[in-house]
């Protein structure tokens, strides 16, 4: 659980970190809403539905990669020994990242739409021709994931967090190593298979977390529901407000999970290429001390870089 108490202490120490995410929780949970009470699908023909589901899934997918990307350029920052510093780090996203990731967006978006249509065809109910109507409980159950649970629906939950943690992996190779769309995906892929292990650590981390996160909304929402409850709308609010808020640190602990495996990978293979030239004995993965942004290592940087004066680095950047 070391990724959780060390992600918290990154947060603590630059809040500006978590910003991204909850920008996008802002324009997801209207977004859902306006999908749920707003759209009368029952006059759709199939192909309407199609395309607005498709274009939701490809905003989401757009706002996940680009608020990853943004992470990843705060990260680099501050492994080049500097201030964090958000619209420039939004500047590098909007300008050389944004064209090598929108394929992976393209991608992704792909993968994710055949998921949920497959999830819907095994999961599909009858239609009793009732829209559903606003509350403040029924959108909190909304946002919270609403249905109940089943088998099928955790598979393809964590079929789609699989992928979307594959995504977060390969997209350091493209702010950090400038690489283009087909490289990175090589790269990041590359470094997922020679991690597997590691990976699956941190999927059952960050799931485990994700599960504490949203087990006091759960609950409340499932008493609710047993015992036929009523709760004013003011307390659904503050469960619309905390969910956006686990939301938010749930992904963020999954990016900030893949960047550090993948910086981690970047440091071994370092050490391991310099060790090799030196006549040495390759290390083990294991054996090369895990980064962390607080330890004042920037390891990021190339081994030549790191006694270069802040100055120099800042013109190199």
């Not at 009793?128 to 099928?152: N, Q």
Request: glycine residues 6%; positive net charge.
């Amino acid at each position: 659980m070391n990724i959780v108490s060390s992600s918290f202490d990154v947060f603590r120490r630059y809040p500006v970190f978590l910003v991204p995410l909850l920008t996008v929780w802002i324009i997801y949970a209207p977004t859902v809403l306006y999908l749920r009470y707003g759209v009368n699908w029952d006059v759709l023909a199939t192909s309407e539905a199609v395309l607005i589901n498709l274009g939701a899934i490809f905003l989401f997918a757009f706002l996940l990669t680009m608020s990853c990307s943004v992470l990843l350029e705060l990260i680099e920052i501050v492994e080049s020994d500097q201030k964090p510093g958000l619209g420039r780090a939004i500047r590098a996203t909007m300008g050389s990242n944004l064209v090598h990731m929108l394929p992976i967006v393209v991608v992704w978006t792909v993968i994710w739409f055949v998921l949920a249509v497959i999830q819907a065809l095994l999961s599909r109910k009858k239609n009793r021709g009732d829209r559903p109507k606003f509350s403040a409980e029924d959108a909190a159950r909304t946002l919270m994931g609403g249905g109940r649970f089943s088998l099928s629906a955790a598979f393809f939950r964590a079929l789609q967090k699989a992928v979307r943690m594959v995504v977060f992996l390969i997209l350091p190779a493209i702010a950090w190593e400038r690489m283009g769309f087909i490289r990175g995906t090589k790269r990041g892929l590359a470094v997922f298979r020679s991690q597997l292990g590691r990976f699956a650590e941190g999927f059952a981390i960050t799931e485990l977390a994700t599960i504490v996160l949203f087990l006091p909304p759960a609950l409340l929402a499932m008493l609710t529901r047993s015992f036929d409850v009523t709760l004013p709308t003011g307390v659904w609010v503050a469960v619309i407000i905390y969910t956006g808020c686990a939301w938010s640190y749930s992904i963020y602990l999954e990016q900030m999970y893949m960047a550090e495996l993948y910086l981690w990978n970047l440091k071994w293979e370092r050490t391991s290429k310099a060790r090799e030239l030196r006549g040495e004995e390759p290390l083990a993965f294991d054996k090369v001390p895990r980064p962390h942004l607080l330890d004042n290592v920037h390891d990021l940087l190339e081994p030549a870089a790191r006694n270069r004066p802040a100055s120099s680095l800042a013109s190199a950047s």
